[in-house]
């Protein structure tokens, strides 16, 4: 476990705190396993050797593993009942308080048994990785929490996974030469 004097105004994410705590008080509730993952993930990352993040992000995405649909419409009422609104993604949810956007990405069970679900809902996501991601997490230390992330090597395949979902909504193109 990374242990450090890291403080969430270092990260340089405007209301990451109350967004974290507030993710990590209704996981708790429900024993979900979760882990932080994307920008975030990797400004922690940097942070735990003593290098502050460039840049803050106006997101917050979380990886949650659940069972069934009904966990998820749990953990999506309870963040409703805390100010959040979903919005037309199934997995995303928007704060008026915070301005922000979180992103609750299920996995486990859950992308077996009702794959079909999200595909009604028109979002197609790759899990693969996400469970074994959680199992090598790596707990950081700030302030007062301690936020799971992805070791190097699981933010690098899932950063892959990511961008090869839904490519046509990516506003960069990656080009090799």
Same mark, same amino acid.
């Given at each position: 476990? /990374?242990?450090?004097?890291?403080?969430?105004?270092?990260?340089?994410?405007?209301?990451?705190?109350?967004?974290?705590?507030? !993710?990590?008080?209704?996981?708790?509730?429900?024993?979900?396993?979760?882990?932080? !993952?994307?920008?975030?993930?990797?400004?922690?990352?940097? $942070?735990?050797? %003593?290098?502050?993040? /460039?840049?803050?992000?106006? &997101?917050?995405?979380?990886?949650?593993?659940? /069972?069934?649909?009904?966990?998820?419409?749990?953990?999506?009422? &309870?963040?409703?009942?805390? %100010?959040?609104?979903?919005?037309?993604?199934?997995?995303?949810?928007? /704060?008026?308080?915070?301005?922000?956007?979180?992103?609750? $990405?299920?996995? %486990?069970?859950?992308?077996?048994?009702?794959?079909?679900?999200?595909?009604?809902?028109?979002? &197609?996501?790759?899990?693969?990785?996400?469970?074994?991601?959680?199992?090598?997490?790596?707990?950081?230390? !700030?302030? &007062?929490?301690?936020?799971?992330?992805?070791?190097?090597?699981?933010? !690098?395949? $899932?950063?892959?996974?990511?961008?090869?979902?839904?490519?046509?909504?990516?506003?960069?193109?990656?080009?090799?030469?």
């Amino acid at each position: 476990m /990374s242990r450090s004097n890291q403080t969430y105004k270092e990260l340089s994410i405007p209301f990451f705190k109350e967004t974290f705590d507030c !993710i990590d008080e209704i996981m708790n509730a429900h024993n979900i396993p979760y882990y932080l !993952i994307g920008a975030n993930a990797i400004a922690l990352e940097l $942070l735990k050797h %003593g290098i502050k993040p /460039s840049r803050g992000t106006r &997101d917050i995405d979380f990886a949650i593993m659940i /069972s069934n649909m009904e966990e998820y419409e749990k953990i999506n009422n &309870d963040l409703i009942d805390k %100010g959040f609104k979903k919005t037309n993604e199934p997995y995303r949810f928007y /704060s008026d308080n915070y301005n922000l956007v979180i992103d609750v $990405l299920p996995f %486990g069970l859950i992308e077996e048994q009702l794959k079909e679900h999200f595909v009604e809902r028109y979002v &197609d996501l790759h899990f693969i990785g996400f469970k074994e991601v959680l199992e090598e997490a790596v707990k950081v230390h !700030i302030e &007062d929490k301690i936020a799971n992330i992805p070791p190097l090597a699981g933010m !690098i395949i $899932l950063k892959l996974l990511a961008w090869s979902d839904r490519p046509e909504n990516r506003e960069t193109t990656l080009q090799i030469l």
